[in-house]
């Protein structure tokens, strides 16, 4: 069964720290992974992609990784913001031979800044 | 601009009165999706449509109805709701074109059952 696994489920961080966020999944064969970030009341808004053949990609103070062969990736964001305080949601595509392929959600980091 | 709209964004309803949650996205997409997110769950689809008039069960389809009468609208429907699905909902919307169409997502109806 085709799973997607986050971890922390919540984390609290002081402005203007670092923190990373982990993602494990268990789709196969694997197309690309996109996290999304979803502020309180609101709907969930891509952040970034990523591909087999991608290993980083930055957006901003948004860094994500991906290890394709450990099936992992991780959201770093750096020196953070109030405004950063939101869900973020691992999302990951399976591939085929054609056709649209399903995804499958993470339950989400519950990410707080504190002043 | 482009953007996925629900209707309405709060709802309180008593069990068994029929309600209709509507979701019309501007952006000429082919596919649509339903979920509902609870708490410790994350997102879970109900129901997705690839095009008008196609739609198919996602993972949480039971006491939800759908339909896809034009390309714009995806209605979720309940006929008789119940207190269990008191829920956070969300309508997304992509192109079925390309390896990698971004999903965009309404901005939620949060559905009380008494």
């Known amino acids: 069964k085709n799973q997607v696994e986050q971890s922390p489920q919540s984390l609290i961080i002081l402005e203007g720290k670092n923190c990373t966020l982990q993602?494990?999944?268990?789709?196969?064969?694997?197309?690309?992974l996109r996290w999304y970030k979803q502020d309180t009341g609101r709907g969930p808004v891509s952040l970034t992609i990523m591909t087999f053949s991608e290993n980083t990609k930055s957006n901003g103070r948004y860094t994500a990784t991906l290890d394709a062969d450990t099936k992992q990736s991780s959201l770093h964001i750096t020196a953070s913001q109030l405004s950063d305080s939101a869900s973020y949601i691992c999302?990951?595509?399976?591939?085929?031979?054609?056709?649209?392929?399903?995804?499958?959600f993470g339950t989400g980091t519950k990410l707080q800044v504190i002043p | 601009e482009a953007q996925v709209t629900q209707n309405p964004r709060y709802l309180i309803t008593v069990t068994g009165k029929k309600l209709t949650v509507t979701c019309s996205q501007n952006m000429n997409h082919e596919y649509m999706s339903w979920y509902r997110q609870d708490p410790g769950l994350g997102l879970r689809q109900i129901y997705y449509s690839m095009n008008v008039e196609v739609t198919d069960k996602g993972d949480v389809p039971e006491g939800y109805k759908v339909s896809r009468k034009e390309k714009r609208n995806f209605p979720l429907i309940l006929e008789s709701p119940s207190p269990n699905q008191t829920s956070l909902y969300f309508c997304?919307?992509?192109?079925?074109?390309?390896?990698?169409?971004?999903?965009?997502f309404g901005q939620g109806t949060r559905l009380t059952v008494v």
């Open positions: 997304a919307s992509s192109s079925t074109r390309g390896a990698d169409p971004e999903a965009f």
């Open positions: 999302v990951v595509r399976g591939r085929n031979s054609g056709g649209y392929q399903k995804v499958t």
């Open positions: 993602c494990n999944y268990t789709v196969s064969p694997f197309s690309n």
